[in-house]
């Protein structure tokens, strides 16, 4: 099956730097999101982006869907920005999504 | 608007006993799922309905059924609970035209002793 690996496993900043997070897919995928699970478990959409840059406040994201990689740019952090962040990619003639490893963003005044 | 949502939130059963947990969303979506959420992974999905009425298995059905009577609601039962299934257990929907973009409820932490 697809393979869905996420780098760095693990990511430490000051409140103030900016990150990168990267998807890696080892296969063709019809969309990809990215969510944000916050300290309390709670799941938020971030992103669906099968393709392109979009962009929401200080996150911004980009799929490169021929290339097979997906990057979460996050800027100026926040501890609230702390938790981890998935990526799942859906598959062509699925109704399923297959979720990454996740990294998870630790924060720090 | 809910959105999706789950009861209970927390749960501990004994080995062996059984439990239903419930999820309903108010977005009139077609699809609905259950994952499971063990530490430090990702979620890996159990069951999925792609309308009511109808059940499918994913990922990791092995000790859980559902059902789907109402458009509404999906249910996850575990018949005869086993200390592995302790978990995090989320429910999500998505609506017909684009099943892969999905909205997650809050979450079950339930605890098998």
């Known amino acids: 099956g697809i393979q869905v690996e996420q780098s760095p496993p693990d990511l430490i900043l000051q409140e103030g730097a900016n990150s990168t997070l990267r998807c890696n897919f080892s296969d063709s995928v019809n969309n990809l999101q990215w969510f944000h699970q916050n300290p309390w478990g709670q799941l938020i959409n971030l992103f669906y982006i099968p393709s392109g840059t979009k962009q929401n406040g200080r996150l911004s994201a980009t799929t490169v869907a021929t290339e097979r990689y997906s990057l979460l740019y996050i800027s100026s952090s926040q501890t609230t920005d702390s938790g981890v962040y998935f990526c799942a990619v859906g598959l062509y003639n699925t109704d399923k999504l297959i979720f990454g490893t996740g990294t998870r963003l630790q924060v720090f005044p | 608007n809910a959105g999706v949502t789950q009861t209970p939130k927390f749960r501990v059963l004994k080995t062996g006993q059984s439990m239903t947990l419930l999820c309903a969303q108010d977005m009139n979506h077609e699809y609905m799922y259950w994952y499971r959420q063990d530490p430090g992974m990702g979620l890996r999905l159990i069951h999925y309905s792609v309308g009511e009425g109808t059940t499918a298995k994913g990922e990791v059905p092995d000790g859980y059924n559902v059902s789907r009577l109402k458009k509404q609601n999906f249910l996850l039962g575990l018949e005869s609970a086993a200390p592995s299934q302790t978990s995090v257990y989320f429910c999500?929907?998505?609506?017909?035209?684009?099943?892969?973009?999905?909205?997650f409820g809050p979450g079950t932490r339930l605890t098998v002793l």
């Open positions: 999500a929907s998505s609506y017909l035209g684009d099943p892969n973009e999905q909205f």
